[in-house]
């Protein structure tokens, strides 16, 4: 009677499964991600960068100039003078700029990967905690009813004892009052799990009122990582550095060369007489920039400030968590503990409760007893139960301050 629902030692469901079947942790989290619109975010995050990345890995990143230039005197002078010149240029990187784009562009999709990971895992701790309250609503509304049942039982005991002479008055309207209570109790939980569930439905993008049950899952075992948090906070300081030498880089001036061809008839003066000549030549050019003015100040200065920021951030992140692990570990420790030892209380209580129920009914002892021995006896339930919901919620937060999903093995 007093067995706490082994739902509430966790794992709970996440893809659809037939028709009055339960969710998985595995199912439940697999569907709350494919529908969730923040990781739906972080994934078209993740694209930009990877397109970024293709393109910084170009090896020329400025498109050819084409020039064509045409003259003629046939506004002016009139004399036949005609001159057309076609060229086409491109600009060069020759100090290795090309590299640096590179590394930035992938230091900055590993930290859009990370960030994604990071969504993912904030959505799943989401959706565990959410089952988790499923699972505890679920075990309170079967703890509820059990007491409504008791009630309704005691209140019919205590008439037919009124009836008969053994009890008061009194006792016959305090067991009355009890069932009350025991209804409202109960109604209240019933509204409180189908708000659990709205909750969840929610996270899986179906009808708050669908039909949602919460089942056993077996633990997956999944390999040990860094928090992608800090995996982020590394790659974007690896990225801010990157920018900083490549701004450095681009100090140094790019030459633009150039070929062409030129074609030009102009009029020359002989002892003959004037006269027409053509003449058609290629021509190369090569042109440099001088970085007299313009040396990139505003913008390295800039970027060297970012790099700053990145840094004390990823030092910062690195610590809190160091600190997140710690406690996370600590609340994971206590809750287990809690839960074992008010579980292993509960056959004691049950025990205790039962003795009360054969004394009251052979007279030793007066209602006021037994309703204080239910009470205690109830209470303890709701206690264990409410611990095991903790211990789901503390798991799931061990697991993702760990960089893990909630449907992952404990790390030691």
Known sequence: ??????????????????????????????????????????????????????????????????????????????????????????????????????????????????????????????????????????????????????????????????????????????????????????????????SARASVNRLLGRPASAALSVALEAVAVEPPVEPPELVAARAEAEAAQAEVKLLRRERIPDPTVSLGYEREREREEHLTGPDLHSGAMVVARLSLPLPLWNRNQGELAAARARQAVREAEREGREREVAAERVSARESFEAARTAEAALTAALPGIERNLSLVQRAYEAGELGLDALLLARERAFSARGEAIDAAAALARARAALLRASGRLPTGEVPR
Request: aromatic share 2%; hydrophobic share 50%.
């Open 1 to 194: 009677m007093l067995a706490v629902s082994a739902t509430l030692t966790l794992f709970l469901a996440a893809a659809p499964v037939p028709e009055g079947g339960g969710w998985t942790l595995g199912q439940l989290v697999g569907e709350a991600l494919a529908k969730s619109p923040e990781v739906a975010a972080a994934r078209a995050e993740e694209t930009g960068a990877e397109g970024e990345l293709a393109a910084d890995s170009r090896w020329v990143r400025q498109n050819p100039q084409l020039e064509v230039e045409y003259g003629t005197d046939a506004v002016t002078q009139d004399e036949g003078e005609r001159r057309l010149s076609v060229s086409i240029s491109q600009q060069l990187e020759v100090a290795g700029q090309r590299g640096l784009r590179v590394e930035r562009a992938e230091a900055a999709l590993a930290a859009a990967k990370a960030r994604r990971r990071a969504v993912e895992l904030s959505v799943a701790r989401e959706a565990a905690d959410a089952a988790a309250e499923v699972a505890r609503r679920e075990a309170l509304v079967k703890l509820a009813e059990d007491v409504l049942a008791a009630a309704r039982a005691l209140e019919e005991a205590t008439a037919r004892r009124f009836s008969a002479g053994d009890v008061s008055e009194l006792e016959r309207n305090t067991a009355a009052l009890e069932r009350a209570r025991a209804e409202a109790r109960a109604a209240q939980a019933r509204a409180e799990l189908a």
